[in-house]
């Protein structure tokens, strides 16, 4: 497995080796032992969520205060821009986010540790979203950030209306969003 650190410090982008042949393909999508060697972390994982979406649909920015959740984020169909925005109001990257193409093809995995917003836009006609997550949803701790809040200036690649939840469209801007320490 390759680790490599993206622009926010503890948001890590992991590429599994795979193995090719006249079959397919086989890969270990996860595997503690190598999680922590190339990490550093021992994640107690305790949920597997599965969504899928059309394009389009941009679901978060999600996070939660209280009650955090790491989260080991890969595509199993299609394609994503996986957003993480740095929600850890100490921290130098305050309030930035980066943006990572997460596929079917690539194999990539992300891990958001607890401090962060996540979300996601689809960008192919369809796409599900494995995800680990080291905390249980909660709803009293979930909250949600402005997905196009202005401050944030995210670039979403949108082609068309985006489809959003309820929840996602009357999210929270940053100015007022309950944060990290």
């Known amino acids: 497995m390759k680790c490599s650190q993206t622009l926010l410090p503890g948001v890590l982008l992991l590429e599994p080796q795979v193995f090719d042949d006249e079959r397919g393909f086989f890969y270990e999508s996860y595997n503690a032992r190598r999680f922590k060697e190339a990490t550093g972390f021992t994640p107690d994982f305790v949920q597997d969520n599965h969504s899928s979406s059309k394009r389009n649909v941009v679901r978060g920015l999600h996070y939660q205060l209280g009650a955090g959740q ?3 984020v ?4 299609g394609s994503v821009l996986d957003v993480v925005v ?3 109001r100490s921290a130098p990257t305050f309030g930035r986010w980066i943006g ?3 596929s079917a093809e690539n ?3 992300l891990w958001v540790p607890p401090g962060f917003a996540h979300g996601f836009v689809t960008l192919s006609e369809h796409a599900e979203c494995l995800y680990k997550t080291t905390g249980y949803w909660s709803p009293a701790h979930e909250r949600t950030l402005l997905w196009d809040d202005p401050a944030l200036g995210i670039a979403w690649p949108l082609h068309g209306e985006p489809i959003l939840s309820h929840k ?3 999210g929270t801007p940053l100015r007022d969003a309950e944060v990290f320490p």
């Open 70 to 72: 790491g989260k080991l």
């Open 74 to 77: 890969r595509v199993i169909a």
């Open 86 to 88: 740095d929600l850890r």
């Open 100 to 102: 990572t193409e997460l």
């Open 107 to 109: 194999r990539r995995q």
């Open 168 to 170: 996602d469209r009357a």
